[in-house]
């Protein structure tokens, strides 16, 4: 077959030598700016496409390649260890990892999200190779009502994962809903709750947001207990994965890569949206459920599969139609351009070897990635036998650094501070704290698609449910909300209130 | 004097990294519009005519540009490295959506390009050309739904005169606002809206590959290397330009300013930058300083107007 003989050409071009450095080069930087919050891969693509000028395509690009998964991979790392999610699409991972790590787990939840990863990102990258044109085509038949109807679905199924107090959860959710009202409003033009604070008028930024409830808040929370309760076990068994570990990761990375990949596809997706729907698919369908909220590896192995199965899925619509939907993605257009190539339905007839040499480069990073993360899990933990004070006076520099890196301004600061009061409220008084992030992310997306929608069809609210994708998923969103109903009215919602306590 | 050999190599050393500034340029859109490869380009020339080492390119969408230029004119104060790129959609979108924050507080550089309107459908529509649209839109202007970029933007303000060309209330217009040129494209490849406009960049490669047919061009004659009849020829009476521009932070000085100007200026006269502008299709319609300044103003009441007849601004 074609398409195989093109592969293994780019293949031959990713293996050679001074190719392996670049790509090593890649992920090594990539995992590095990763791990610090701030500081995400399309800054460092961008601060390193004049210097990779001078090199020739096939190596930029694979360079590139490398940055971009290993700046997916490194965020987990983080999230995982220190509850610092670097950026959106970790947040959840900092979920079950976090408490793994508590619980001297955290070696078999990074080798899970290690191993996840490049599970994903092979299947994906194989994915991009033969199946591009038809994932494209079904991203674009995604239109306002679609897109209303996944973020339906995405709002029941977390809000199923709330626990046990639907009123704490929900109230969590809405705190989240209305920060995600600050700013201009896209379809108007008309500044709301911004109170005449210019630096409101952008509206809040997702990561301040979510440094400040989990990192803050929980270093507040520790700082205010003494320590009391929030013992960390650095290291419990072996730093490696069991095989009951394995055994319980592997059908989550599947299924995690299966629900990344389209949804990274889509032009107006996002990658938390899959990682938020794989964590409830997990949840829902693991073995123990008991023993989410505690620390469930499935809980870490499905998200992470859907985070870098959706780094892939970006580049769908990337190289079939010069679409780039991330800012990584953008900065690898200008990457594109630097080398005269313009990415769009042509691009794959007109310029073949340099598609498949830098999918093939994806295979190669990909490979790397794990070849240099599995040996650093065993340092990487020893991060946590450092003393609880000097541990958390690290994590705030981090992520007071991280914020300003972000975003130079006094007021992000004084917003990380106010948040991160707000996370340690939230603790305290027992109210979970990703509602309050899902809100803020999924609002502001439902809002527009849903005015969009409505507009097309001069109000007619039909269009809601016109097509069978629109609804196939608000069936599973009504699926989501009911069956816990069914299964508590059957007597089992014991297991339930178990399954959804103390998560946060 | 072996010391003073030493000190000057190392003052050398230590004035050439800043002889060559490092400009941090904002794209006030979504990546893949016109905003955001209008920046790039700029960066591209900038670092391969050697005028400065290093150019970074960030994206904050939203607005018709108004949300990227308030967290500009409050982030980059009196700082000459920063740069924005901006052109008639924020004159258009500061005044729709009443914004606090106008042009008048950055300090404008030069306009660089200009670029015509082009109307699209997807391939598979029942529209062929401008005829067919305007007797679609006088039958039910509300059915036929619009793709662009923000509200009030040059995209906005077309789809207005076109209806008002037509002889249809400006005001029944059914226009649906995204973030940027590469938002709306995936809608209109989707047929999720009837027609598309936007630059005719954004559109160029998927009209080259077919997926796309273009129905119309905003220019007053035809365009060369353009395989699209004029507005005026389809018999709407409508020409309009979508200019670009780029401008510093508020609070330089003067002498920043020219510095800023004397880069701008040796960039636009580049050979990279002749080359990006053909490759693009962008027509160069380079003015700069006080002259720009002047322009600005004209164009800014002149939009004021169009928009109160059109309906856009009571």
């Known amino acids: 077959m074609d398409t195989f003989g093109l592969l293994a050409q780019g293949l031959l071009t990713a293996l050679e030598p001074m190719n392996m450095l670049y790509a090593l080069i890649g992920v090594t930087l990539g995992t590095a700016v990763g791990v610090l919050p701030g500081i995400g891969p399309a800054l460092t693509v961008a601060l390193l496409l004049p210097v990779t000028y001078k090199l020739d395509p096939a190596g930029s690009l694979i360079m590139f390649a490398g940055i971009y998964y290993g700046g997916m991979y490194g965020g987990s790392t983080t999230s995982i260890l220190l509850n610092t999610p670097g950026e959106s699409a970790s947040i959840v991972t900092a979920l079950e990892g976090n408490k793994m790590a508590r619980a001297g787990r955290g070696g078999p939840a990074l080798a899970t999200a290690a191993v996840g990863s490049f599970v994903a990102g092979l299947i994906a990258t194989v994915g991009l190779a033969f199946v591009a044109p038809t994932v494209v085509k079904m991203a674009l038949s995604f239109g306002p009502a679609e897109y209303f109807a996944l973020m339906i679905l995405a709002f029941m199924t977390v809000s199923a994962a709330f626990g046990d107090s639907t009123l704490r959860g929900l109230t969590a959710l809405f705190i989240g809903l209305g920060l995600g009202l600050i700013g201009i409003d896209l379809q108007t033009g008309q500044a709301r709750l911004a109170f005449g604070i210019p630096d409101l008028l952008d509206g809040i930024e997702v990561t301040t947001l979510a440094v400040a409830l989990f990192a803050v808040g929980e270093a507040l929370s520790v700082a205010a207990s003494r320590g009391g309760d929030s013992t960390i076990q650095a290291i419990k068994g072996s730093v490696w994965m069991t095989r009951e570990d394995w055994s319980r990761s592997w059908k989550p990375w599947l299924r995690g890569t299966a629900i990344g990949f389209p949804i990274g596809a889509m032009p107006a997706g996002g990658a938390e949206i899959g990682t938020f729907l794989s964590y409830s698919v997990e949840k829902n369908l693991a073995k123990k459920p008991e023993e989410f909220g505690h620390g469930a590896i499935e809980g870490v192995a499905g998200p992470e599969a859907a985070n870098n199965a959706s780094a892939a899925g970006t580049l769908v619509p990337l190289l079939t139609l010069g679409l780039p939907t991330t800012a990584t993605a953008a900065i690898m257009l200008a990457g594109f351009q630097q080398f005269g190539l313009q990415p769009g339905p042509l691009l794959f007839a007109t310029n073949p070897q340099l598609v498949w040499g830098l999918i093939a480069s994806l295979l190669v990073a990909n490979l790397m990635l794990l070849v240099l993360n599995l040996p650093l899990v065993g340092v990487w933990v020893r991060l946590l036998t450092i003393p609880l004070p000097w541990l958390y006076s690290g994590i705030l520099l981090f992520a007071t650094l991280g914020t300003i890196g972000a975003n130079p301004s006094t007021f992000e600061l004084g917003m990380l501070l106010a948040f991160g009061l707000l996370g340690y409220g939230l603790r305290r008084f027992g109210y979970p704290i990703a509602p309050v992030v899902v809100g803020l992310i999924l609002g502001p997306m439902a809002e527009q698609q849903l005015r969009r929608a409505l507009a097309i069809s001069q109000g007619d609210p039909t269009i809601l449910v016109h097509s069978p994708i629109a609804i196939v998923l608000l069936l599973l969103a009504a699926t989501a909300v009911l069956l816990p109903l069914y299964l508590r009215a059957r007597g089992r919602g014991k297991v339930l209130a178990q399954l959804g306590a103390n998560e946060d | ?314």
């Open chain 2, 1 to 314: 004097m072996k010391q003073f050999v030493l000190a000057s190599i190392i003052a050398g050393a230590l004035a050439l990294p800043a002889a060559a500034a490092d400009y941090k340029i904002m794209a006030p859109a979504a990546p893949g519009g016109g905003w955001d490869q209008t920046a790039r380009s700029m960066q591209t020339a900038l670092q391969d005519e050697k005028i400065s080492s290093s150019v970074q390119v960030n994206n904050v969408p939203g607005a018709g540009g108004t949300i990227g230029l308030a967290q500009f004119v409050n982030q980059a104060n009196g700082d000459p490295a920063q740069l924005i790129v901006g052109g008639y959609v924020m004159v258009g979108a500061i005044l729709t959506n009443a914004s606090p924050v106008t042009l008048d507080q950055v300090t404008p550089i030069a306009r660089l390009t200009g670029e015509y309107e082009a109307l699209v459908v997807p391939a598979a529509s029942d529209i062929k050309d401008m005829a067919g649209l305007v007797a679609k839109l006088k039958a039910d202007p509300g059915s036929v739904s619009w793709g662009g970029g923000s509200a009030g933007g040059t995209d906005h303000i077309t789809a207005g005169l076109i209806a008002k060309a037509a002889g249809v209330d400006p005001t029944k217009v059914n226009y649906i606002a995204y973030s940027g040129g590469g938002e709306a494209l995936a809608a209109i490849l989707g047929g999720q809206v009837t027609v598309g406009i936007s630059g005719y960049g954004e559109f160029a490669e998927q009209i080259k590959a077919g997926t796309l047919r273009i129905i119309g061009i905003s220019s007053d004659a035809k365009v060369e290397g353009i395989d699209a009849p004029t507005f005026k020829e389809g018999g709407v009476d409508v020409s309009i330009q979508n200019w670009r521009m780029v401008a510093a932070a508020p609070g330089i000085s003067a002498e920043q300013k020219a510095a800023v100007l004397a880069d701008v200026e040796k960039m636009v006269t580049s050979a990279s930058w002749t080359k990006i502008l053909a490759d693009k299709g962008w027509a160069n319609t380079y003015l700069a300083g006080d002259d720009f300044a002047a322009q600005l103003k004209k164009d800014t009441e002149a939009t004021s107007a169009i928009l109160k007849d059109i309906g856009l601004v009571k």
